[in-house]
């Protein structure tokens, strides 16, 4: 019994599904056969000069030479 129970639910949920697009489908139909689009003639396109192109540039600044200290003697003892 719970078979047929389970089977009437799918054949409910295919049937919805159908139902709902064809509905949508049969919109978007109606939609399409009202609005025509009124075609334009297409306008000349108007030839002007490229705009030039500028660039910044940043001048490269000079690494200072880096001035180290005398070297540190490390020593170490043995002792623990």
Do not use: H, W
């Amino acid at each position: 019994m719970k078979a047929i129970g389970l089977l009437y639910l799918v054949l409910l949920y295919i049937a919805c599904f159908v139902f709902i697009n064809i509905v949508k489908f049969a919109l978007i139909g109606i939609k399409s056969l009202r609005e025509r689009p009124q075609e334009k003639p297409p306008e000349p396109e108007k030839k002007s000069e490229p705009q030039p192109v500028y660039y910044i540039v940043e001048k490269k600044k000079a690494r200072s030479k880096a001035t180290y200290s005398k070297p540190r003697e490390i020593k170490f003892s043995d002792e623990k």
